[in-house]
């Protein structure tokens, strides 16, 4: 039990933005951790950022900061990543992550760590 979906993904020109939204179901994920990911072609699965499960602090990865914003309202199980000035190399996959462990003292950037993950939702920026 628990699914989550990504949606909002799309085609958009370098500088531009777009708002990718996660839907959870099936369970309550306000007590985890929620993370997005992104995988581009013949890349490993990338780390992007991360909300603790009391929605008080984040983390991103270096070549996001300044321009991504991740976000979430546990009122409506849903998890949100606001991507501003967007450039080619953003160009991937992006996937929404849970982390089941409860109310975990610290955060964690693995993919293996994580335990549900979305289907993924394709994101292109043109030059």
């Known amino acids: 039990q628990g699914q989550l979906v990504e949606s909002g993904g799309g085609l958009v020109q370098a500088g531009g933005s777009l708002r990718l939204s996660c839907a959870a179901s099936g369970r309550t994920f306000s007590s985890y951790d929620m993370g997005w990911f992104r995988q581009a072609p013949g890349k490993e699965r990338e780390f992007v950022a991360v909300i603790r499960w009391s929605g008080r602090s984040t983390y991103y990865v270096d070549s996001v900061k300044g321009r991504f914003t991740i976000s979430r309202d546990n009122a409506k199980n849903m998890v949100y990543l606001q991507m501003n000035s967007l450039k080619p190399e953003d160009t991937a996959v992006y996937y929404c992550?849970?982390?089941?462990?409860?109310?975990?003292?610290?955060?964690?950037?693995?993919?293996?760590?994580?335990?549900?993950w979305g289907q993924g939702t394709q994101v292109t920026v043109s030059s």
């Open positions: 992550a849970a982390d089941k462990r409860p109310r975990r003292l610290v955060i964690t950037t693995q993919p293996g760590e994580y335990d549900y």
